[in-house]
């Protein structure tokens, strides 16, 4: 005959077993997912502009906005984003800002490659800001006017010496600050970020001109991943819930046994 407890204890096993099972399944790499791109709307122009002031490098878009394409994926939906109706679309918007990114950092080359550390402190971190248009559609979505993406970011510029193209970039796993924020999207479970900010049409090759790079105008666009923190299945979370629930009936048990080994000896 089964005992009243062997119910509860197998289900407090299997909650062990489930929850561990789960965890092991979990991804040990922090591998993100892209959730926004960019892309400017007239891709002529060259906005994003390096300057080398001899002590110091500087990149800027020294436009008051820069008109992009910026589009959620179709994976952002199930990553942070607050209104699903927003994946896998594009809406006009205005890169409002790309506060001046100024390093101190000495240019160096390798293999072919230049590379331009953009370190900064905490408190002077520069700023990406992306923010919705007042379109009939943006309107309708009830996004106009929100910010659509906001990075801090530190970072790693790279490219070929010589060549016309260039690529600003940095990862949390890298060792870099990424910090997202957004009015329609929540990072608050974000455990990794890396971005990728690409410019395109140099009009003057890569370079270094003494410390720094030599300066340069060019087109941009720009790729924004992150990772979440698994959340566990629903019936991870039922089976958890009915071991809680056995395990103190298991406990009783227990305690019951040994104190009537106890008054036997």
């Not at 001046?100 to 590379?115: M, N, P, R």
């Not at 953009?118 to 379109?135: C, E, G, K, N, W």
Request: proline share 5%; charged share 10%.
């Amino acid at each position: 005959m089964r005992s009243r407890w062997a119910i509860p204890k197998a289900l407090a096993m299997v909650a062990i077993v489930g929850l561990a099972s789960s965890s092991l399944s979990a991804p040990a790499r922090a591998q993100t997912t892209t959730f926004a791109t960019f892309n400017q709307v007239n891709t002529s122009a060259r906005p994003f502009t390096y300057t080398n002031k001899g002590s110091v490098g500087e990149l800027a878009a020294f436009h008051s906005a820069v008109k992009v394409n910026f589009s959620f994926t179709s994976a952002a939906s199930s990553l942070g984003l607050t209104n699903s109706a927003l994946a896998g679309q594009t809406f006009t918007a205005s890169l409002v800002e790309l506060a001046a990114a100024d390093t101190q950092s000495k240019a160096t080359t390798a293999a072919g490659l230049i590379f331009q550390p953009f370190v900064h402190s905490p408190s002077s971190l520069p700023l990406i800001r992306i923010v919705a248009d007042y379109t009939a559609n943006n309107v309708a979505l009830g996004i106009a006017g929100k910010i659509l993406l906001q990075l801090k970011f530190t970072g790693l510029l790279t490219g070929p010496a010589g060549g016309n193209f260039a690529q600003l970039a940095g990862s949390t796993a890298g060792g870099y600050t990424v910090n997202y924020s957004s009015d329609v999207f929540d990072f608050s479970h974000s455990t990794a970020n890396s971005y990728g900010l690409n410019f395109t049409n140099l009009t003057s090759p890569l370079a270094i001109a003494g410390d720094f790079l030599r300066n340069f105008s060019s087109t941009g666009s720009g790729a924004f991943g992150t990772r979440f923190a698994p959340v566990p299945e629903p019936g991870t979370l039922v089976l958890f819930g009915c071991g809680l629930i056995g395990l103190p009936v298991l406990m009783r048990k227990k305690l019951r046994s040994a104190m009537a080994r106890r008054s036997i000896a």
